[in-house]
């Protein structure tokens, strides 16, 4: 039996992998490119404007020294308001060196502390600070003048004063004195329009470029991947036995000698293919009959030895049952029918009672020989399983037509419910029929009148699981693995006169051979619950349960089941 093809997997073909290959390379390329060059130009235009700040404010700080130290106010308003003319200035304005402003545009600024006072440095001569406002940075340089120390009494302009913390210093030197700072507001708005105009033509071109560039590829590529297409094709078809091929070789590279070489292979090819068939038809003609006789009585000799083999176990196992379980209902027999003989029925209802027993004993030797049977040929591998979808709903309604007779006289509540619905279980019908009639059966029979059975289906994973709860008189936990050997009766339990003792035995064989399990919960004087759990219907089953061997066939049609 060929095995099944493989499921096709979603793959993408060379060319295309090839082509998305470079694409994605070039567009990373571009992208990491285009981003370092926006990014550095906004580091250049963004130091430029520093720059510039810095040398505007320098050049006030230089204008100013004289009108900071004379207080010349409209001195200091002309030169800021001519800074404030320049572009991306904001405004300007002279603070001390406590953060006051001595000179504003604004007059009714004049005299107020700055915020950023705190953060005045004088050890810094200038300072690039960000403010509260976005795109707003503040440019703060100190204002110094020169002071030089006279040998006279005589105080000038540039001299310094006689209070000053440098008077002992010799005469003819020089010191520069702090008068205040310099503080222009820079606006970053013209140089974000200008990176956002240059943004825009980097990302033009990127685009431009990849798109120019992905064409060239999925042409590049096409001219090397379409040839691989058809040498791809011919290799398949030469392997589906198709030698009849040849590519077209329309070039001179690797690919063309690649053709020539493929082609050349596929003629040798045709040529030793028609070599080994007129080989093996005449190696055919010689050995097929030798072959045929050889196998024909292999395979007999298999089929005896292995039909040897279970005759012998089944014979054993047989011997061993009839003469360990068979005793008891066969000597009942023949006690019965001994008496009848002699005459000790002195009565019509003495007779009919011999009669009765008599017929009950060969009811359980039926049922006996028939579980044996069963148990037999599920050992030997012979029991045959036809594997269908089943609703839960339907097989215990089958259950039940056959045990109802038994609930009803003991008057015992049934109840059945799906917990978990939308699944149906995956088994053979008859052979869950026949565990869920020995699993119930045994429910009722340890059930005193006016008890209770529920059985009860739910979802346990990939399987199903079915529960049949009972409010009988318990098993012992210790007695518990006992119920699945075979012929046990539990000392424990009182009602052990009808059945062979292979019920369970059988069922928990049944249930392995369909990759199912049972087991058994019980608590003496509350009740017993046996759990069952089979496959469901979309989960796959083992080979083992989906072979139906001929023998089993025929021995199923041929065994009585009374």
Not at 133 to 158: A, G, K, M, P, Y
Not at 305 to 314: G, S
Not at 497 to 502: A, C, V
Request: net charge neutral.
């Amino acid at each position: 039996m060929p095995a099944p093809p493989a499921r096709k997997r979603f793959s993408l073909r060379l060319g295309t992998k090839s082509s998305l290959a470079v694409v994605t390379l070039l567009s990373t390329i571009s992208i990491a490119l285009t981003t370092f060059f926006i990014a550095r130009q906004r580091d250049q235009l963004t130091e430029e404007l520093r720059k510039r700040a810095f040398s505007l404010a320098s050049n006030l700080a230089y204008i100013n020294q004289y009108p900071v130290l004379s207080q010349d106010l409209r001195s200091m308003q002309v030169s800021i308001s001519g800074v404030e003319q320049e572009s991306d200035i904001e405004q300007a304005y002279i603070i001390d060196l406590q953060g006051v402003i001595i000179a504003h545009r604004d007059s009714a600024m004049i005299g107020r502390r700055v915020p950023y006072s705190a953060r005045l440095d004088s050890s810094l001569p200038r300072q690039w600070l960000p403010t509260e406002r976005e795109n707003i940075w503040r440019t703060v340089e100190l204002i110094e003048i020169e002071r030089h120390q006279t040998e006279s009494d005589e105080t000038t302009l540039f001299s310094s004063p006689r209070n000053s913390s440098n008077v002992n210093a010799s005469p003819g030197s020089s010191y520069l004195e702090e008068l205040g700072y310099v503080v222009l507001e820079v606006s970053l708005e013209s140089m974000n329009r200008a990176v956002a105009a240059g943004t825009r033509r980097a990302v033009l071109i990127t685009l431009v470029m990849l798109f120019a560039g992905a064409l060239a590829t999925v042409y590049m590529v096409r001219k090397v991947a379409v040839p691989i297409y058809r040498l791809v094709d011919a290799t398949k078809r030469v392997a589906e036995d198709d030698l009849d091929q040849e590519v077209k070789v329309g070039r001179s590279d690797e690919i063309g000698v690649l053709a020539s070489s493929f082609n050349h292979m596929t003629r040798q090819l045709k040529v030793s293919r028609a070599r080994i068939e007129a080989w093996n038809r005449e190696l055919e003609a010689k050995v097929a009959a030798r072959t045929r006789e050889l196998e024909d009585k292999h395979y007999e000799l298999e089929r005896a030895y292995e039909a040897l083999k279970t005759l012998d176990k089944a014979k054993d196992d047989f011997l061993s049952l009839v003469s360990h379980e068979l005793r008891t209902p066969l000597s009942s027999v023949l006690l019965y029918s001994e008496m009848l003989l002699d005459g000790m029925d002195d009565s019509k209802n003495t007779r009919k009672e011999f009669l009765a027993i008599i017929v009950e004993n060969c009811r359980r030797l039926t049922r006996l020989i028939n579980d044996v049977l069963d148990l037999s040929k599920i050992e030997a591998g012979r029991m045959p399983f036809k594997l269908v979808e089943l609703e839960f709903e339907n097989i215990v309604a089958e259950t039940l037509s056959g045990l109802r007779p038994t609930i009803d006289a003991k008057r015992i509540k049934f109840s059945s419910r799906v917990l978990d619905r939308g699944f149906r279980l995956w088994g053979d019908r008859d052979k869950v029929i026949q565990v869920l009639t020995n699993v119930i059966s045994n429910a009722a029979k340890f059930t005193p009148e006016l008890g209770s059975v529920a059985i009860t289906l739910e979802s346990n994973g990939r399987m199903g699981r079915i529960s049949v709860r009972d409010t009988g008189k318990g098993i012992r936990k210790e007695d518990i693995p006992k119920v699945f050997e075979r012929f046990s009766h539990l000392e424990s339990i009182d009602y052990h006169t009808e059945g062979s003792g292979l019920g369970m035995t059988i069922s928990k064989s049944i249930l392995e051979k369909l990759n199912g399990e049972i087991w058994i919960e019980s608590e003496v004087g509350v009740g017993t619950t046996v759990f069952i759990t089979l496959p469901k219907a979309d989960q796959r089953l083992d080979s083992k349960t989906k072979e139906e061997p001929a023998d089993a066939k025929r021995e199923e049609k041929d065994t009585d089941r009374g």
